[in-house]
Protein backbone atom coordinates (compact mmCIF):
# COMPACT_ATOMS: atom_id res chain seq x y z
CA UNK A 1 0.00 0.00 0.00
CA UNK A 2 1.36 3.07 -0.97
CA UNK A 3 0.58 6.10 0.89
CA UNK A 4 0.45 9.95 0.80
CA UNK A 5 3.10 11.21 3.19
CA UNK A 6 0.26 13.93 4.36
CA UNK A 7 -2.66 12.15 6.53
CA UNK A 8 -5.18 14.35 7.62
CA UNK A 9 -7.18 13.41 10.20
CA UNK A 10 -10.60 14.76 10.99
CA UNK A 11 -13.71 14.34 13.48
CA UNK A 12 -16.43 14.80 11.11
CA UNK A 13 -17.71 15.00 7.44
CA UNK A 14 -18.07 19.13 6.96
CA UNK A 15 -14.23 19.23 7.52
CA UNK A 16 -13.59 16.39 4.67
CA UNK A 17 -16.09 18.62 2.63
CA UNK A 18 -13.83 21.42 3.33
CA UNK A 19 -10.46 20.22 3.30
CA UNK A 20 -10.61 17.35 0.76
CA UNK A 21 -11.15 19.79 -2.15
CA UNK A 22 -7.77 21.52 -1.86
CA UNK A 23 -5.71 18.43 -2.75
CA UNK A 24 -5.29 16.14 0.52
CA UNK A 25 -5.25 12.23 -1.05
CA UNK A 26 -5.55 10.70 2.76
CA UNK A 27 -7.92 11.79 5.07
CA UNK A 28 -9.06 9.53 8.30
CA UNK A 29 -12.64 10.14 9.57
CA UNK A 30 -12.19 10.03 13.75
CA UNK A 31 -15.13 10.17 15.64
CA UNK A 32 -15.58 9.75 19.25
CA UNK A 33 -19.12 9.20 21.30
CA UNK A 34 -21.65 9.14 18.54
CA UNK A 35 -24.44 6.61 17.74
CA UNK A 36 -24.53 4.05 15.58
CA UNK A 37 -27.06 6.54 13.12
CA UNK A 38 -25.01 9.55 13.20
CA UNK A 39 -21.65 7.82 12.23
CA UNK A 40 -23.04 5.98 9.48
CA UNK A 41 -24.40 9.02 8.10
CA UNK A 42 -20.81 10.91 8.67
CA UNK A 43 -19.33 7.79 6.56
CA UNK A 44 -21.38 7.60 4.21
CA UNK A 45 -20.68 11.63 3.07
CA UNK A 46 -17.30 11.13 3.73
CA UNK A 47 -16.78 8.50 1.69
CA UNK A 48 -18.63 10.34 -1.18
CA UNK A 49 -17.15 13.23 -0.74
CA UNK A 50 -13.41 11.49 -0.66
CA UNK A 51 -14.72 9.25 -4.19
CA UNK A 52 -15.48 12.69 -6.06
CA UNK A 53 -12.09 14.09 -5.02
CA UNK A 54 -9.45 11.09 -5.36
CA UNK A 55 -8.80 10.75 -1.81
CA UNK A 56 -8.70 7.73 0.16
CA UNK A 57 -10.88 7.36 3.21
CA UNK A 58 -9.30 5.77 6.34
CA UNK A 59 -12.43 5.30 9.28
CA UNK A 60 -11.28 5.27 12.51
CA UNK A 61 -12.40 2.09 15.20
CA UNK A 62 -15.82 2.11 13.24
CA UNK A 63 -14.69 -1.38 11.25
CA UNK A 64 -18.57 -3.03 10.90
CA UNK A 65 -19.89 0.41 9.85
CA UNK A 66 -16.70 0.63 7.45
CA UNK A 67 -17.12 -2.44 5.99
CA UNK A 68 -21.08 -1.80 5.47
CA UNK A 69 -20.66 1.31 3.78
CA UNK A 70 -18.32 -0.36 1.72
CA UNK A 71 -15.42 1.87 2.12
CA UNK A 72 -11.72 1.30 1.76
CA UNK A 73 -9.39 1.16 5.09
CA UNK A 74 -10.08 1.29 8.39
CA UNK A 75 -7.53 2.03 10.96
CA UNK A 76 -7.59 0.40 14.60
CA UNK A 77 -5.27 0.90 18.16
CA UNK A 78 -4.34 -2.63 19.78
CA UNK A 79 -7.72 -2.65 22.14
CA UNK A 80 -9.97 -2.07 19.07
CA UNK A 81 -7.65 -4.70 17.27
CA UNK A 82 -8.14 -7.28 20.09
CA UNK A 83 -11.82 -6.89 19.66
CA UNK A 84 -12.26 -6.98 15.70
CA UNK A 85 -13.07 -9.44 13.47
CA UNK A 86 -10.27 -9.87 11.39
CA UNK A 87 -11.37 -12.14 9.05
CA UNK A 88 -14.24 -9.92 8.14
CA UNK A 89 -12.08 -6.87 7.80
CA UNK A 90 -10.06 -9.00 5.21
CA UNK A 91 -12.95 -10.87 3.48
CA UNK A 92 -13.76 -7.36 3.07
CA UNK A 93 -11.23 -6.32 1.48
CA UNK A 94 -10.80 -3.46 3.83
CA UNK A 95 -6.78 -2.08 3.89
CA UNK A 96 -5.47 -2.56 7.72
CA UNK A 97 -4.04 0.17 9.48
CA UNK A 98 -2.75 -0.25 12.86
CA UNK A 99 -1.43 1.87 15.98
CA UNK A 100 1.75 0.56 17.91
CA UNK A 101 3.53 2.73 20.88
CA UNK A 102 5.55 -0.21 22.33
CA UNK A 103 7.82 -2.98 20.95
CA UNK A 104 5.10 -5.82 22.31
CA UNK A 105 2.35 -3.44 20.21
CA UNK A 106 4.43 -3.79 17.49
CA UNK A 107 4.92 -7.15 17.48
CA UNK A 108 1.36 -7.69 17.97
CA UNK A 109 0.64 -5.32 15.11
CA UNK A 110 3.10 -6.68 12.77
CA UNK A 111 1.40 -10.09 13.90
CA UNK A 112 -2.12 -8.78 12.54
CA UNK A 113 -0.77 -8.37 8.64
CA UNK A 114 -1.49 -4.68 8.62
CA UNK A 115 -1.19 -2.29 5.41
CA UNK A 116 0.82 -0.29 7.59
CA UNK A 117 2.16 0.31 11.17
CA UNK A 118 1.62 3.65 13.23
CA UNK A 119 4.16 5.06 15.83
CA UNK A 120 3.09 7.44 18.18
CA UNK A 121 3.15 10.14 19.87
CA UNK A 122 6.41 11.56 18.21
CA UNK A 123 6.07 14.44 19.89
CA UNK A 124 3.69 15.54 22.33
CA UNK A 125 0.62 16.14 21.51
CA UNK A 126 -2.60 17.89 23.00
CA UNK A 127 -5.16 16.00 21.14
CA UNK A 128 -5.69 13.34 23.59
CA UNK A 129 -4.03 11.62 26.91
CA UNK A 130 -1.55 9.45 26.08
CA UNK A 131 0.36 6.88 28.55
CA UNK A 132 3.21 6.86 26.46
CA UNK A 133 6.20 9.22 26.45
CA UNK A 134 7.06 11.10 23.15
CA UNK A 135 8.92 8.60 20.85
CA UNK A 136 10.99 10.69 19.48
CA UNK A 137 12.91 10.76 15.85
CA UNK A 138 15.44 7.61 17.25
CA UNK A 139 12.78 5.62 17.76
CA UNK A 140 10.99 6.42 15.00
CA UNK A 141 14.23 5.01 13.33
CA UNK A 142 14.22 1.86 14.73
CA UNK A 143 10.78 1.43 14.07
CA UNK A 144 11.16 2.19 10.60
CA UNK A 145 13.84 -1.02 10.50
CA UNK A 146 11.65 -2.88 12.33
CA UNK A 147 8.18 -2.20 10.14
CA UNK A 148 9.46 -2.21 6.29
CA UNK A 149 8.45 -2.28 3.67
CA UNK A 150 5.49 -1.69 5.38
CA UNK A 151 4.60 2.23 5.28
CA UNK A 152 5.62 3.43 8.42
CA UNK A 153 2.69 6.49 10.05
CA UNK A 154 4.25 9.30 12.31
CA UNK A 155 1.39 10.78 14.56
CA UNK A 156 1.21 12.92 17.39
CA UNK A 157 2.33 16.92 17.67
CA UNK A 158 3.45 17.02 14.11
CA UNK A 159 3.49 20.76 12.33
CA UNK A 160 5.22 21.17 8.89
CA UNK A 161 8.47 22.51 10.49
CA UNK A 162 8.75 19.04 12.25
CA UNK A 163 8.13 17.50 8.86
CA UNK A 164 11.68 17.22 7.52
CA UNK A 165 12.92 15.31 10.21
CA UNK A 166 10.15 12.90 10.95
CA UNK A 167 10.37 11.75 7.16
CA UNK A 168 14.55 11.71 7.15
CA UNK A 169 14.23 9.27 10.56
CA UNK A 170 12.23 7.02 8.12
CA UNK A 171 8.43 7.84 7.94
CA UNK A 172 6.97 7.63 5.01
CA UNK A 173 3.84 9.51 5.99
CA UNK A 174 2.84 12.35 8.66
CA UNK A 175 -0.42 12.28 10.30
CA UNK A 176 -2.00 15.12 11.89
CA UNK A 177 -5.14 16.44 14.03
CA UNK A 178 -4.27 19.60 15.84
CA UNK A 179 -2.13 21.73 13.60
CA UNK A 180 -4.27 21.95 10.91
CA UNK A 181 -7.95 21.92 12.71
CA UNK A 182 -6.96 24.37 15.54
CA UNK A 183 -5.07 26.65 13.10
CA UNK A 184 -7.14 30.09 12.89
CA UNK A 185 -7.20 29.07 9.04
CA UNK A 186 -6.99 25.47 8.39
CA UNK A 187 -7.80 26.11 4.56
CA UNK A 188 -4.32 27.46 4.41
CA UNK A 189 -2.66 25.24 6.91
CA UNK A 190 -3.51 22.27 4.65
CA UNK A 191 -2.22 23.98 1.57
CA UNK A 192 0.76 24.36 3.80
CA UNK A 193 1.37 21.26 4.75
CA UNK A 194 0.38 19.77 0.90
CA UNK A 195 3.46 22.18 -0.05
CA UNK A 196 5.34 20.69 2.89
CA UNK A 197 4.80 17.30 1.62
CA UNK A 198 5.59 17.57 -1.60
CA UNK A 199 8.69 17.03 -1.63
CA UNK A 200 7.88 13.53 -0.20
CA UNK A 201 4.89 12.56 -2.41
C1 LIG B 1 -2.71 7.16 11.79
C2 LIG B 1 -3.20 6.92 13.18
N1 LIG B 1 -2.31 6.49 14.11
C3 LIG B 1 -2.72 6.28 15.35
C4 LIG B 1 -4.04 6.47 15.71
C5 LIG B 1 -4.52 6.19 17.10
O1 LIG B 1 -5.40 5.09 17.11
P1 LIG B 1 -5.89 4.51 18.52
O2 LIG B 1 -4.69 4.09 19.28
O3 LIG B 1 -6.95 3.51 18.28
O4 LIG B 1 -6.54 5.77 19.21
P2 LIG B 1 -7.82 6.60 18.74
O5 LIG B 1 -7.42 7.42 17.55
O6 LIG B 1 -8.92 5.65 18.39
O7 LIG B 1 -8.14 7.47 19.92
C6 LIG B 1 -4.91 6.91 14.71
N2 LIG B 1 -6.22 7.12 14.96
N3 LIG B 1 -4.48 7.11 13.46
C1 LIG C 1 -5.00 10.22 17.76
C2 LIG C 1 -3.59 10.06 18.16
N1 LIG C 1 -3.02 8.83 18.32
C3 LIG C 1 -1.75 8.91 18.69
C4 LIG C 1 -0.90 7.75 18.97
O1 LIG C 1 0.22 7.94 19.42
O2 LIG C 1 -1.39 6.66 18.72
S1 LIG C 1 -1.19 10.50 18.86
C5 LIG C 1 -2.70 11.09 18.42
C6 LIG C 1 -3.02 12.53 18.35
C7 LIG C 1 -2.57 13.16 17.07
O3 LIG C 1 -3.06 14.42 17.03
P1 LIG C 1 -2.18 15.72 16.97
O4 LIG C 1 -1.72 15.86 15.56
O5 LIG C 1 -3.21 16.75 17.33
O6 LIG C 1 -1.08 15.64 17.98
MG1 LIG D 1 -8.97 3.55 18.10
Known amino acids: MR ?33 EAYLRAEIRRARETCAR ?6 VNDHWRLAIEE ?58 KRMTWAPQGLDRLADWKRRVAPL ?3 AIGGLTPERLSGVFEAGADCAAVV ?3 LRHPDPEARTRDWLAATTVWR
Open 151 to 153: PLV
Open 70 to 127: GCEAVHLGQEDLAAADRAAIRRAGLRLGLSSHDPRELEAALAAGPDYVALGPIYPTVL
Open 53 to 58: HGCRLV
Open 3 to 35: LDPFYLIVDGADWIERLVPLGVRLVQLRIKGRD
Open 178 to 180: TDV
